[in-house]
């Protein structure tokens, strides 16, 4: 048994310098879960279910405290089952509302329009006003504008005018009618040549003048 000391101990050598702390690297350990490291360094936050409420910023409140979660206008009270807030069903803003608050749970009007908007002008209320000779409107309470428009008869010539200011055209010359292309007063006979007399219908002025032709002689009628 003798020889084969010296070979036993040269092999407990070489396995002694094989496990050697100076040899063996960081890279030599098994992998270790990355995400249970960092999860061993967060930060644990007391538990406050059943205690009390934390809101978004981290305050902390009582059991029966109310309070106002966030950026919310609606109080929110602490219970044992965690917060529970006002959900108040807000009424409605007037459609004319010009200035809204949301100091409380709900928005609220605070001004509301008191004029009356027609073709780039303003009214007040009740205000009666006339944007054309043929219209008349007034600005109602309901901030619109109701516009009644003149309805003209129709005129008694085939000649009216329409004055400034006025909206219905108007017969300068009175009720008149065409015989041919002549324009005659109506109600009464005119001799329109030497050979034609002729009269406008009654009420029908659109209608041609009724006209009696005689036989001319010597450029004279004859009877």
């Known amino acids: 048994m003798g020889p084969f000391l010296p070979a036993i101990c040269v092999v407990l050598l070489a396995l002694n310098a094989a496990v050697s702390p100076a040899s063996v690297g960081p890279e030599d350990y098994p992998a270790t879960d990355e995400a249970e490291r960092t999860a061993n360094n967060d930060i644990i936050f007391d538990d406050y279910r059943g205690k009390g409420c934390v809101d978004d910023s981290g305050f902390v409140y009582k059991l029966g405290e109310r309070f106002f979660p966030g950026h919310s206008n609606c109080p929110c009270m602490c219970t044992e089952d965690g917060p529970v807030c006002d959900q108040p069903e807000c009424p409605k803003i007037h459609p004319k509302c010009t200035k809204v608050e949301h100091n409380g749970c709900c928005p609220e009007c605070k001004e509301v329009k008191n004029f009356c908007e027609y073709r780039g002008?303003?009214?007040?209320?009740?205000?009666?006003?006339?944007?054309?000779?043929?219209?008349?409107?007034?600005?109602?309470?309901?901030?619109?504008?109701?516009?009644?428009?003149?309805?003209?008869?129709?005129?008694?010539?085939?000649?009216?005018?329409?004055?400034?200011?006025?909206?219905?055209?108007?017969?300068?010359?009175?009720?008149?009618?065409?015989?041919?292309?002549?324009?005659?007063?109506?109600?009464?006979?005119?001799?329109?040549?030497?050979?034609?007399?002729?009269?406008?219908?009654?009420?029908?002025?659109?209608?041609?003048?009724?006209?009696?032709?005689?036989e001319c002689l010597n450029g004279q009628a004859s009877s």
Do not use: M
């Not at 504008?145 to 219905?168: G, I, L, M, S, T």
């Open 121 to 214: 002008k303003t009214y007040k209320i009740l205000e009666e006003f006339k944007p054309s000779p043929c219209e008349w409107c007034r600005c109602e309470p309901n901030n619109e504008v109701h516009c009644v428009v003149a309805d003209c008869a129709v005129p008694e010539c085939v000649n009216p005018v329409y004055e400034p200011e006025q909206c219905c055209p108007i017969c300068k010359n009175g009720p008149n009618c065409f015989a041919g292309t002549t324009i005659i007063p109506a109600g009464i006979e005119v001799k329109v040549d030497d050979c034609t007399i002729c009269r406008c219908h009654s009420g029908d002025w659109w209608k041609p003048a009724q006209c009696l032709r005689r």
